[in-house]
């Protein structure tokens, strides 16, 4: 592996405060470094092109039987993205559901270098494991979901805060998880007897305990475990008008557990997810409306959160979630295909096709909404861009919601055909803030990679990974709020994606295959807790499960290039 | 002699693994837990082994060295403008990846069982959809079984017990909380042992489902008897199925190989759907052997399609009926054929059999077989799950661990390294040329 | 203003290959324009291998300016190739021989003839334009993509021969027409457009269908329980021509909430007297 010099090139480093300067980028062994010998080096020519770190997707699905069904559900979305083999590539398909090679090479040829895959049940973690070695170029970590898991809900039940804790860490050590999902907590219990949540402080059958209780009690618990990642959910009443007083009421029910912010940056212990799906107003399907003025006020005056976005781009797409009922009312609604897999004493998962139209209002709705939290969010630091792909839109979609955030044209000439009831009952045609690049990488780099814990990437200090992406726009000529098509253009295939200190892009081409890494975390609990907790899991497995433990548990040896990250537990 | 416990059996589509094995001198003696049918592939397993690599020469299969083999199914292969890579039900996921690998890399199709099997259910996904669930949903919650087409008692003979009728779960104490409804064209050991048994005619199940849904709907039936059934009993089926806290349908070949086929499985999807209104309802198909599942699980994932994957021109592209290897056979389009731990010559259509052996056959497998007695090259493997480790999926999609419980035959080794050999000189024979 | 039309004719070689052959580039849209030569070094996929048309092909003739004026003649049995006249706008095909998998696949406008059988899929996912078949076809006729959920749209197809199963299936428009016998489940999911089986179908005719109508001629066997009898019709209307009857129109598919009509011929069918009791 030869040393790299990236010269000359607009750099964007907003967590080592650089703004847009001229500076060189020395790599060398995977690393940025202070600098190499330019003469022993590959020397990149950057003038009049931007620097950036490479991509930090917090949440996109990915990987595992979820995602694996949907790509079953679909041939007909695969017959639309055909990709042949090339002498670097293998053969894949796809548009929502890409198959595995296909997602990381698109990925990467968008300046991507770390997608986290946000929800699979612990059960099924062998599975996703697998894919995540099939999905080459970024690194990788999947979120196991809890929030309806009869450990868990029986250890709330129970006041046992300190096993919960312990049975988390458990869980994420031996089916390598990264950081712990909720998913309409308590919600996908009760779908399993055909239901689901009635309020927030109305008890899931047969186990006694609140949704509220399984959010703070587990925002509880990830903070002792001291996770890099907080606590990931997916609220209540997802997709329902009126629903963001559910998302506001989850969010607060933790402010009890807020930190302190560093060097000025809050440092948040629960991460709402794609609230686009959580923000609506109204109270019915004829005067839905977008909620996000009020969670937008929430978040401004509360630094214990963040968010990521969940945008919705209209185009035929899949929606796939945890949250089963939800799924099953959008069968419903809208007579489309239908998956449903219920997952014994953990979760269960929904899929159902979706083409969003410009001209249906709730369409219309949802894609004002997530637009509206973005823009109405003062601090980007809280605010991470994601379309929840595939739900609001697929992944190869974010230069042009990028594009959305940073020009004001661009969001007028997009919604000239949009629903006008819509448009005259919500408040984004009169926003006029435009994200600068800095906010941009923020959202898609910096703060990411802040939010997960993970130091060395979303920055291009001495230290950090060199994960990085050359982009070819030429800031004196272009003004992203103006020419927003050219910065579309340009996002969408990077000059070069440097991965590892590796070239393995160019041209918006992948020209080097390489595998990537597969986190997970290890928190270390007290030894007698640990041994007393996981003895307590022995006894109750064989009468919630159908396997044995010992074949639960995920060996590090099928894991591709496996990187535990360790932190020591408060308990 | 060696314990090992928590093995996986790789035999049917359970995947059951709490079997403990015995082992003396690299002899497998006792297999504890284990069905009639797992107990009798890890007892005589190693009977019937093909003692070592052979090429036909003039009409007789020779004893040769396993690099002769792999270069002439190499070279057979390359040369090849539409080779068909088939089976890998019986192998690890591992050997199934570079089965695809390999089958990219050649410019063929892959296909497997499900092809001939519970491929009319894959079909049904992709125009309805699947309400499912994993096998402990059903032993938690299941107050209602149907077995529709499918004898789990001989077919799946710890399914009851583990999964389903007779297993005990959170819920349901086993079947004095359950019903067991059997609908077949015969009174089969599922059938004797259910609750209610309700005999369909051979190649009707199309109508009777037709029947249920329009039943369930409340709406008139406009005769008196479907499939051979009286009116009056389907409507109280669907009084049934209606009135049941958590029903679940287990279906096999009973119902995916008969008149109607995915349009059999498609009308059983759409009702269980329909069902979903107003009760919890889940489908399962009972998977025959034990990694068929897998083999759809990564064929899917790495090509976005489940078998009958045409990667001549370079892209994933499928549908069965263009790209299903019978269909493939029928027109003469194919020009080699690669089987993995199957029996096509046994088991399919005659004419198709026939036609099989006018192109250049090779076979993979640890035993004799009708397949492996005529092909052109035979590779002796080893077994999966017994001789080599590997994943495996259960019927349900649930991936658990096969282990290595013996060493293979000196001459034999894992379908993943056979194949791994034949890419590696594929890809040498390519540079070449 | 009289047009010029072209005839290209494109003679298949002796010994052609027996693996799949992609002929997709056999369009009236892709040959207008083009000369002889470049039609002749167009790449095809044969199997796993990149081949040209002038491989496998004598070609002979001319070529038009616009694809409405192109007419390709295709001489030579291709039961093996696939998607002859694929999402072609104008413009003739004729195949003088077998035709093949994916006839027509996508079709917009423009005429293809076949006159020889061809195989399955037929019209798939055809928005216009008119195929005739002289000839028996395999399954799918005038269908859809798997998981597309949309058969045929517009246009027309005629079957002189027989069909094989699922013929129509997910059809949303357009016309299709089976002088000779269907195999079972025609019209299965359709939602529109109109189906005639001149000859018989041993069963599950229009299953989940939920639009559209089926008009049958000769025998079938049972109807399925999602068809009520409606009424006894004394004629049913194909694509504007009237057919006589008297007919049984039934209702259905139920299972579906459907409102399509299958018309049975009563007299072919006399074992399905036993319906009338149910006439409302």
């Known amino acids: 592996m030869h040393d790299i010099l990236i010269k000359n090139g607009t750099v964007f480093d907003p967590i080592n405060n650089i703004d847009g300067e001229i500076i060189d980028i020395a790599i060398s062994k995977g690393k940025i470094v202070d600098k190499v010998d330019e003469s022993n080096a590959e020397v990149i020519d950057a003038s009049n092109k931007i620097v950036l770190p490479g991509g930090v997707d917090i949440h996109s699905h990915i990987a595992g039987p979820k995602v694996n069904m949907g790509r079953l559900l679909r041939p007909e979305d695969h017959y639309r993205n055909l990709k042949p083999k090339t002498s670097v590539k293998r053969a894949g398909v796809g548009t929502s559901c890409p198959s595995t090679f296909t997602t990381g090479y698109e990925y990467s040829e968008m300046g991507y270098t770390t997608v986290f895959e946000p929800a699979n049940p612990p059960l099924k973690m062998l599975h996703v494991i697998d894919e995540f070695n099939d999905t080459p170029m970024i690194d990788k970590a999947c979120y196991p979901l809890f929030g309806s898991n009869w450990h868990v809900m029986e250890y709330l039940h129970d006041n046992k805060e300190d096993e919960l804790a312990a049975y988390i860490a458990w869980t994420l050590r031996s089916v390598k998880g990264y950081a712990c999902k909720l998913v309409n907590p308590g919600g996908v219990e009760q779908w399993k007897w055909g239901g689901d949540v009635e309020g927030l402080d109305v008890a899931v059958g047969n186990f006694g305990v609140t949704p509220r209780e399984i959010v703070k009690g587990m925002c509880k618990a990830v903070q002792r475990l001291n996770l890099p990642h907080s606590i990931h959910i997916h609220a209540n009443n997802l997709g329902m008008p009126g629903n963001y007083e559910t998302s506001i009421e989850t969010l607060d029910s933790m402010r009890e557990y807020a930190k302190e912010n560093t060097n000025g940056k809050p440092n948040p212990i629960a991460h709402l997810t794609h609230v686009q799906f959580n923000t609506y107003g109204g109270t019915n399907w004829m005067n839905i409306t977008s909620g996000a003025e009020h969670l937008a006020k929430y978040i401004n005056n509360n630094d214990h959160v963040s968010i990521d976005l969940g945008q919705v781009v209209f185009s035929d797409t899949t929606t796939m979630t945890a949250d089963g009922p939800f799924e099953h009312k959008l069968q419903t609604l809208t007579g489309n295909r239908w998956v449903n897999a219920d997952i014994e004493a953990e979760t269960g998962c929904g899929i159902v096709p979706i083409k969003y139209k410009k001209s249906n209002y709730i369409h219309a709705i949802m894609w004002v909404t997530g637009l509206e939290a973005a823009l109405m969010i003062d601090d980007p630091w809280k605010v991470c861009m994601t379309t929840d792909h595939p739900n609001g839109g697929y992944f190869t979609t974010y230069p042009r919601v990028v594009t959305w955030l940073m020009s004001q044209k661009a969001r007028e000439k997009y919604m000239e055909k949009v629903n006008k009831r819509a448009k005259s009952r919500t408040a984004l045609e009169s926003l006029d803030r435009e994200y600068s690049f800095s906010d941009v990488v923020i959202s898609t780099r910096a703060g990411t990679a802040r939010l997960l814990g993970l130091n060395d990437k979303g920055h291009l200090g001495v230290g950090a990974d060199a994960d990085v992406a050359v982009y070819n726009i030429d800031l004196n000529k272009i003004d992203p709020a103006i020419q927003y098509w050219k910065v579309r253009k340009a996002l969408r295939r990077a000059d070069y994606t440097i991965k590892d200190g590796e070239i393995v892009v160019k041209d918006g081409e992948v020209v080097k295959s390489v595998p990537g890494r597969s986190y997970w975390v290890d928190s270390k609990v007290s030894t007698d807790l640990a041994k007393s907790v996981e003895s307590e899991i022995k006894e109750k497995f064989k009468d919630y499960y159908t396997i044995q433990m010992s074949n639960y548990i995920v060996a590090e040896k099928n894991i591709i290039n496996s990187s535990p990250i360790t932190v020591q537990a408060e308990v | 002699m060696e314990i090992f416990q928590d093995v996986v059996c790789p035999v049917c589509g359970c995947l059951c693994d709490d079997i403990e094995v015995s082992v003396e001198n690299n002899k497998i003696v006792k297999a504890r837990n284990a069905c009639a049918m797992g107990t009798t592939k890890f007892l005589n397993y190693n009977n019937d082994r093909i003692p070592s690599p052979m090429i036909k020469n003039n009409g007789v299969q020779k004893p040769v060295s396993l690099e002769e083999c792999i270069e002439k199914t190499a070279e057979i292969l390359v040369k090849a403008k539409y080779p068909l890579i088939y089976g890998l039900s019986l192998s690890s996921v591992e050997s199934v990846k570079v089965a695809i690998e390999l089958t990219e890399e050649v410019g063929g199709v892959l296909d497997n069982q499900t092809s001939v099997c519970h491929g009319p259910g894959v079909q049904g996904i992709h125009d309805i959809g699947e309400s499912t669930g994993s096998l402990g949903e059903i032993r938690h919650r299941a107050d209602l079984i149907i077995a529709w087409g499918a004898n789990l008692q001989e077919a799946h003979p710890r399914h009851m017990e583990r999964y389903s009728y007779t297993s005990k779960g959170r819920y349901r104490n086993g079947k004095e909380d359950r019903n067991l409804i059997v609908i077949d064209v015969r009174e089969t050991l599922t059938a004797k042992a259910a609750d209610k048994f309700i005999q369909i005619e051979q190649g009707k199940d199309f109508e009777f489902i037709n029947a249920l849904r329009t039943a369930l709907r409340l709406e008139q039936i406009q005769k008196d008897k479907v499939a051979g059934v009286p009116v009056e009993e389907i409507e109280k089926l669907a009084e049934v199925l209606r009135s049941c806290e958590f029903g679940v349908i287990f279906f096999g070949q009973g119902v995916t190989q008969v008149n109607g086929k995915g349009r059999n499985i498609d009308g059983l999807f759409s009702l269980t759907r329909d069902l979903n209104s107003w009760t919890k309802f889940l489908i399962m198909p009972a998977r025959g052997h034990f990694n068929v599942a897998g083999v759809n699980q990564v064929a899917t994932w790495q090509t976005g399609f489940p078998y009958a994957i045409d990667l001549s021109r370079g892209y994933p592209w499928y549908n069965p009926g263009e790209t299903t290897i019978i269909d493939i056979i029928r027109r003469g389009e194919s020009d080699a054929t690669l089987v993995v731990g199957s029996d096509p010559i046994a088991h399919f259509p005659p004419a198709i059999s026939k036609r099989m052996i006018t192109t250049p056959l090779i076979s993979i497998d640890p035993a004799h077989s009708m397949t492996t007695m005529v092909s052109d090259v035979v590779i002796p493997s080893s077994f999966a799950g017994i001789e080599y480790e590997g994943l495996a999926y259960r019927m349900d999609g649930l991936c658990l661990p096969l282990k290595k419980l013996v060493k293979e035959p000196d001459n034999t080794m894992s379908d993943e390294k056979v194949l791994k050999m034949i890419l590696a000189k594929v890809r040498e024979l390519k540079k070449v040329n | ?280």
Not at chain 3, 77 to 100: A, E, V, Y
Not at chain 3, 255 to 269: D, L, Q, R, S, V
């Open chain 3, 1 to 280: 203003m009289s047009r010029i039309l072209a005839e290209i004719i494109l003679k298949l070689k002796p010994n052609s290959p027996s693996q799949p052959i992609d002929l997709r580039e056999i369009s009236p849209d892709i040959f207008a324009g083009k000369t002889k030569n470049e039609i002749g070094a167009t790449q095809i996929w044969i199997g796993n291998t990149k081949e040209t048309l002038g491989s496998i092909f004598e070609i002979i003739g001319e070529t038009a300016g616009t694809p409405e004026d192109q007419i390709i003649v295709i001489e030579g049995d291709l039961p093996n190739s696939r998607r002859i006249g694929n999402k072609m706008t104008n413009g003739k095909i004729i195949i003088n021989g077998k035709g093949g998998l994916y006839i027509g696949s996508d079709m917009k406008g423009g005429q293809i003839t076949v006159n020889g059988d061809a195989g399955e899929w037929v019209g798939i996912g055809m928005k216009g334009g008119s195929i005739e078949v002289d000839g028996n076809v395999g399954a799918y006729t005038g269908s859809s993509y798997r998981g597309a959920r949309q058969g045929m749209k517009g246009g027309m197809i005629v079957i002189k021969g027989n069909s094989g199963c699922e013929t129509g299936a997910w059809m949303t428009g357009g016309t299709l027409k089976i002088m000779g016998d269907s195999e079972i489940l025609p019209g299965v999911h359709m939602s529109g457009g109109s189906i005639l089986i001149a000859g018989g179908c041993p069963s599950m005719v229009g299953a989940s269908m939920t639009g559209g109508k089926i008009v049958l001629l000769g025998k079938t066997g049972e109807i399925l329980s999602g068809f009520h009898l409606e009424e006894i019709k004394g004629k049913a209307k194909i694509d504007g021509e009237k057919i006589p009857g008297p007919f049984y129109s039934f209702s259905g598919d139920i299972a579906e909430k459907g409102k399509g009509k299958i018309f049975i011929h009563k007299e072919n069918n006399s074992h399905l007297v036993k319906y009338e009791e149910f006439l409302p």
